[in-house]
């Protein structure tokens, strides 16, 4: 099938900004809708946003929303988060899978990344 991999991750002072990326290894997945989750130390695993098929559609979670920034280039098989303006709170694994529904919850989603660990210094 698809398998997902993130990278990109790593550390950065609050105000700085990081670009992630998902690739696709195998077979393309521009077939697929992609969402980017979240996950920190002793919290549930949240929602960022989500990029449909074509990429002509993104919708985002109100605590990144104007920050965050997900675009998908078809000729790399890659979708990309940009965060801009990151705040400590923003410090988490972050994940990217392929959307089997429409929805917001795991469940909604499917063929997890490995995940890249994000660090915002105050």
């Known amino acids: 099938q698809v398998q997902l991999v993130e990278s990109g991750g790593g550390l950065v002072q609050a105000g700085g900004s990081l670009r992630l990326s998902c690739a696709a290894s195998?077979?393309?997945?521009?077939?697929?809708?992609v969402g980017w989750f979240r996950q920190a130390p002793g919290k549930e695993r949240e929602f960022v946003g989500a990029?449909?098929?074509?990429?002509?559609?993104?919708e985002y979670a109100d605590s990144v929303k104007g920050r965050f920034a997900i675009s998908r280039d078809m000729a790399k098989n890659t979708v990309a988060l940009q965060m801009n303006s990151l705040k400590p709170e923003d410090t988490a694994v972050y994940y990217c899978?392929?959307?089997?529904?429409?929805?917001?919850?795991?469940?909604?989603?499917?063929?997890w990344g490995q995940g890249t660990q994000v660090t915002v210094s105050s």
């Open positions: 990029i449909s098929r074509s990429g002509g559609i993104t």
């Open positions: 899978a392929v959307r089997f529904r429409t929805g917001r919850t795991q469940a909604d989603f499917g063929l």
């Open positions: 195998g077979r393309t997945f521009s077939q697929y809708a």
